[in-house]
């Protein structure tokens, strides 16, 4: 079993910028991938970016140059760094971490972008 704790969440202005921390119960193995999704009201939860253990990125195209998803596998950490906020990016963001045998959520952590 896997913990996933995130942080970082808040409201900001629309053109704000917000850092999203998770950080792992245990240690990120080799063939871990860690990712972000988000689940706005009244939608299915989707992908906003991975990251594998390699370091290659996939983002959404909704947010492709505006977050950068970055990790540090000696703190147990993901990263999301979102800049451009939009309002369309409120959201609960979960952070996930998967292999071919297993995946784990996070309880999620609010992001609020004001017009």
């Known amino acids: 079993q896997v913990q996933l704790a995130e942080s970082g969440g808040g409201v900001v202005q629309a053109g704000g910028s917000l850092r999203l921390s998770c950080a792992a119960s245990?240690?990120?193995?080799?063939?871990?991938?860690m990712g972000w999704y988000r689940q706005a009201p009244g939608k299915q939860r989707e992908l906003v970016a991975t990251?594998?253990?390699?370091?290659?990125?996939k983002y959404a195209d909704s947010v492709k140059g505006r977050f950068t998803i970055s990790r540090d596998n000696a703190k147990n950490t993901v990263l999301l760094q979102m800049s451009s906020l939009k309002p369309d990016d409120t959201a609960v963001y979960y952070c996930?971490?998967?292999?071919?045998?297993?995946?784990?959520w996070g309880q999620g952590t609010q992001v609020t972008v004001s017009s």
């Open positions: 996930k971490l998967h292999s071919d045998y297993y995946y784990y």
């Open positions: 990251i594998t253990s390699g370091g290659s990125t």
């Open positions: 245990r240690s990120i193995f080799t063939f871990d991938t």
